[in-house]
C-alpha cells in the first residue's frame, strides 16, 4: 500500500501529457519526483490500497497544497471532485510547468 502526489505533467507538442511527476510519500516526508508514463501510472494506482492526490505549488505562502484525490476510472485518470469527476488533464493546468526539472 503506497500514497502518492502527483505534481506536473510533462507534454508533447500536441499538448498531449506524456509523462506524470509521482511522488512517494515516506512516513513524514515526500520523495524527489520521478517520471512516470500513463500506464505506469495508472499500473501504480490500480493496485489495491495504492492512492494518489494532486499537489499544488501556492505562490502566496511558498508551499505545497494537497489537491484533489485521483483515481483510475475506465482506464483514465479522474479527480474527485465535490461537482462533478474531470479528467487529470484539466486539474494539471493548474500545475507548474516541470520541463526544467527533467531536462
Known sequence: MAKYRISG???DS??????????????????????????????????AGNSATTWVWNYLR??????????????????SSAQQKRPLSYITGLFIAFNILFQ
Open 9 to 11: 505533467v510533462l507534454k
Open 14 to 47: 500536441n499538448d498531449t501529457i506524456v509523462t506524470y511527476a509521482f511522488h512517494t510519500i515516506i512516513e513524514t516526508s515526500t520523495g524527489r519526483a520521478v517520471k512516470k508514463t500513463k500506464a505506469q501510472a495508472i499500473a501504480l494506482l490500480e493496485v
Open 62 to 79: 511558498g508551499g505545497w497544497d494537497i489537491g484533489e484525490t485521483v483515481t483510475v476510472v475506465k482506464g483514465s485518470f479522474k479527480s
